[in-house]
Structures are given as C-alpha cells and as structure tokens.
C-alpha cells in the first residue's frame, strides 16, 4: 500500500497558542502520531510562518511534520517580508506548498515564479508539494486541462533532483477552494490520471510514477474516502476542515478507513 499523505493548509489562521493546542488536541485523538509512529499516514501541518517554528516543536516527539505556505527562491538578501528556505528549515520545516491558489491568484504569483520557488526548494532538499489547478471559467471553457498543464510544465521545466521524495502534487480546483463545492469524483479521476501522465513525461517514468497526487477543495469528513478510492490520489489537502483538531482527526480515521 502507498503511503498516504493528510495536509493541512491553515492558511491565514491560528496564532502560536492555537497551533500548540491544536497539535496537543490531535495527538490525543491519534496517538498513533506519536513517534516512532504506527500508521500509513502521514501528516503534514502548514502553519503560517509566525507559529511554524512553535509548532513545529510541539510536534517535536510525533511523526507530524511541519512545513510552510510558501518561500522565497533566494537564499538571503534584501527581500524585505520574504522568507528563505534556510529560515524554514532552521525553524523544523520540511516542506512548503508552492504556488497554492491564492497565491496565484489573490496574491499574483505566475508560473515562472512558481517554478522558481520550486527549484529552490528540491534544491534545499525540502519537499515541495505543488499545487496546480484550474478557475472555473477555465474548466467552464474547457482548458482545465491545459491550464493544470502548463502549470505542471513550467514549474518542472528544470527537473534536476526532483523525486518522490522532493515532489508532491496537490490538484486543487480554485473553484472547489472554500466553497463547499467539491470536485466530482470522475472529474479528480480523470485530472489525476492526466497529471500522471504529465509526471512521467515531465520527471521521468521511474520518478513521475512515485510523486504523490493530492486532491484538495472542500475536503471534509464525510466526503475524503471516496477521493481517497480514485487510483491516483494518495492523499488531501485540507484547509477549512483541518483547522479543528477533531475534525482534522477524524480526516484521519476516514483516511485509514475501516
Ligand atoms: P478548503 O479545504 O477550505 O476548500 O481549502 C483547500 C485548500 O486551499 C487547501 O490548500
């Protein structure tokens, strides 16, 4: 069985006490978190960047890792508000979302920015988990799949390094972000055997197999197994719904099924 991936993006929420309690509340509920760990799942927690480090710590004797909602491509300098790879690692992250929804489209990031990043992190040894995704007018006029294309080529134009182990993909539909209208089950199935196919074109065959496909938008209990039923789908990433404990908990359950 693959291993499974259970993401949550707070986004813009929670403070450094909010973060600890949540991860405090979590491991009560799943104990199996607790290190050397006993289950298929693992869990991905990206705090904003304030409670990374605090949270990070208060994961310190669990499996859960902790990662950032974003990064700069540059090391160190004069960028005054970003923050680098060697920052995120030094306060315990091991991963970063890149080019999530918002930041491409609320915030302006483009694909070049996007494979920027990227690069950056699979060469800080940092797990990049990917995020691509169509807008409803693009799916409306039938381009989702060479917008989730594009979006794929650019940020993998330079492959060197990227793995399974450097490389996750989320396909999230920013028409199914927060808006309680998820994606249908054929559509995330015929999305994710295309960006499957785009891997092995885009990585290589041996590696393109391995990168794990995460769905995200509107993921809550209830409606996680049958995304978790889709072949290439080995994982979620969750925003509204990971922000309570025992919500986030039983996404877990779900995930581990019956
Ligand atoms: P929601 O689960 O709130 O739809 O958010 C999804 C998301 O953007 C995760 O990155």
């Not at 306060?91 to 990227?118: M, P, Q, Y």
């Not at 490389?167 to 249908?184: D, F, K, Q, S």
């Not at 409606?223 to 025992?246: E, H, R």
Request: charged share 20%; proline share 4%.
């Amino acid at each position: 069985m693959p291993k499974l991936w259970l993401a949550a993006n707070w986004k813009m929420h929670k403070t450094v006490s909010e973060g600890q309690a949540f991860v405090a509340r979590l491991v009560e509920q799943i104990p199996g978190l607790i290190k050397p760990g006993a289950g298929e799942i693992r869990v991905l927690i990206f705090p904003g960047f304030v409670s990374l480090q605090s949270v990070a710590a208060a994961a310190r004797d669990t499996t859960i890792r902790i990662g950032a909602q974003d990064c700069y491509f540059e090391a160190h300098g004069a960028f005054t508000g970003e923050v680098s790879l060697p920052q995120i690692k030094d306060g315990g992250g091991s991963a970063v979302l890149i080019g999530h929804s918002e930041r491409r489209h609320v915030l302006g990031e483009d694909n070049l920015l996007v494979a920027a990043k990227l690069k950056a992190t699979v060469n800080a040894g940092v797990l990049a988990l990917l995020c691509v995704g169509e807008l409803a007018e693009e799916r409306d006029a039938g381009n989702a799949f060479s917008v989730v294309d594009e979006q794929l080529e650019t940020a993998l134009a330079n492959r060197s390094g990227i793995t399974e182990r450097t490389l996750a993909v989320a396909y999230e539909p920013v028409w199914a972000i927060g808006t309680g209208r998820n994606a249908t089950i054929p559509d995330v199935e015929e999305m994710a055997l295309y960006i499957r196919e785009k891997l092995l074109e885009y990585v290589d065959e041996e590696h393109g197999r391995e990168v794990s496909i995460l769905y995200g938008g509107s993921v809550k209990p209830g409606n996680l197994a049958a995304y978790m039923g889709i072949p290439d789908i080995t994982g979620a990433l969750v925003g509204g719904a990971s922000l309570d404990a025992d919500s986030f908990a039983a996404l877990y359950r779900e995930m581990e099924g019956p």
